[in-house]
């Protein structure tokens, strides 16, 4: 029997942890790394059949749901931080936000080497989390959700779908998506790391305008608002309590996540049998990203509760210890992936950023 608590950290916790970095790292690493604008023809290029295999496994099991695995524990850590330091009669506010404010220099910091990082993304929402913790539970719990599935995201489509299109202005500038995705691999591929700092340095608005764009920041709040709310009710504590919890959640959770995928194929196979055009349709892509947020949340938790199950049989252990040695050392763990990455595919390290995809789909 596994004790509930050791040397104050909840093992299962830390070895989730562990687990949500490393599919972070497989997210990444798909992509060689990148976090920007890649040109359409280096993606075309490697569009063999062993790519689109791996690319559409990527999509349906890992992009997208490690950074709301990851932002599950992060509000959950809160919890349990807060819970101890009031238990110690230290105050807690300040204390955290002066963590939390020097995760977020760490994360500029971070984002001048990478502007994937998530650190600076965590950072605000952070404060936000801070009040939040009055909440009811009722309330934590329902605005989690929403969050978690895009809601109000999901909202601002509406609104501009039923906008009337404005004509466009003659001579309004326009985006030039393939020079700028061209200028950014080569910056990727170039040997200046000063190219690299001011690139990312001046793309930080940029960054914050996809996570509004794309409802990742709205999904990353309501995570962070889920884990403290199993935090409160004492989820992890004991997970032999828990079991029967975790079973039915993974259990319900499992079939959404299985009907979702079925409807989301047969969208995908009926436009591409009949012809529909419904890729140019905007009321088709909303419906599909009800569905696609829907199945990552659903899928999200099928993976924390399947995961914290498996992490606690028997011959799981030496897994589990090994995960939570990873887990323990999450921030040291996540910047080594940079590092890694950066060393791996861009031009100031090895530049493999043109071969990966290729390899990988030959079977290494």
Not at 160 to 180: F, R, S, T, W
Not at 289 to 297: C, S
């Amino acid at each position: 029997m596994q004790p509930a608590l050791t040397q104050n950290r909840i093992i299962t916790v830390d070895a989730l942890r562990g687990i949500a970095l490393l599919g972070i790292l497989l997210a990444h690493m798909c992509f060689w790394y990148n976090a920007g604008q890649l040109p359409g023809e280096l993606f075309q290029k490697y569009n063999d059949i062993g790519n689109q295999i791996i690319s559409t496994l990527n999509e349906v099991l890992i992009a997208g749901k490690f950074f709301a695995f990851f932002s599950f524990l992060f509000g959950l850590s809160f919890y349990l931080q807060m819970e101890r330091m009031e238990q110690k009669s230290v105050h807690f506010v300040w204390r955290y936000a002066w963590r939390i404010a020097l995760m977020g220099i760490i994360g500029l910091i971070h984002h001048l080497f990478w502007p994937g990082d998530i650190l600076s993304i965590y950072a605000p929402l952070g404060f936000i989390l801070i009040l939040a913790r009055k909440w009811s539970n009722k309330w934590v719990l329902i605005v989690g959700i929403l969050f978690a599935i895009n809601v109000p995201h999901k909202l601002i489509d509406i609104y501009e779908m039923l906008k009337p299109i404005v004509p466009a202005v003659k001579g309004a500038p326009q985006n030039n998506y393939d020079a700028e995705s061209k200028a950014f691999l080569a910056i990727v591929q170039g040997k200046s790391w000063v190219n690299l700092w001011v690139n990312n340095f001046k793309g930080l608005a940029n960054k914050f305008d996809f996570q509004f764009n794309s409802g990742r920041i709205y999904i990353t709040f309501g995570f962070f608002l889920l884990g403290m709310y199993a935090g409160r009710l004492n989820w992890f504590n004991n997970i032999s309590t828990s079991k029967p919890l975790f079973k039915k959640l993974l259990k319900r959770c499992a079939w959404v996540a299985f009907i979702l995928l079925l409807i989301a194929i047969g969208i995908i196979v009926s436009n591409e049998v009949f012809k529909l055009g419904w890729q140019e349709s905007r009321t088709v892509g909303f419906f599909f990203g009800i569905l696609y947020d829907t199945f990552n949340a659903a899928l999200v938790l099928v993976y924390i509760t399947g995961f914290s199950l498996l992490l606690n049989k028997a011959n799981w252990q030496r897994i589990s210890g090994w995960f939570a040695s990873i887990g323990k050392m999450a921030l040291t763990c996540y910047l080594s992936q940079t590092i890694l990455g950066i060393w791996l595919f861009y031009g100031v390290g090895l530049g493999l950023v043109l071969f990966y995809r290729y390899y990988l789909a030959a079977g290494g």
